[in-house]
């Protein structure tokens, strides 16, 4: 039997570089002024109801630990969007991360 390693958070980040999966960082704003990933898109989660994407493109949600990004993910998919993975928390990466 074989066992696959689990994915980490930069992984998914830079899966999402190389395929152009939206990275979505349902953050405050001041968090994402704060420091984010570089070509990551900020919606906050009191505003995941605002979200001008196709409902098809591929999502990669996260947030600081993970909880507010397993929050979105649950109302995007009420809302239609169908391609939704939570990768988790910001916390967990040691990419650089860009400020403003």
Known sequence: MLFRKKKTFDDYVDEAYDKHIVL???RSSEE????HLKNSKNIPLDKIDTIDIK???PLYVFCHSGARSTAAVQQLSKMGYTDLINIGGIYRSKKSLQKG
């Open 32 to 35: 994402f002024k704060a420091g």
């Open 55 to 57: 409902k098809d493109q």
């Open 24 to 26: 979505l960082d349902v």
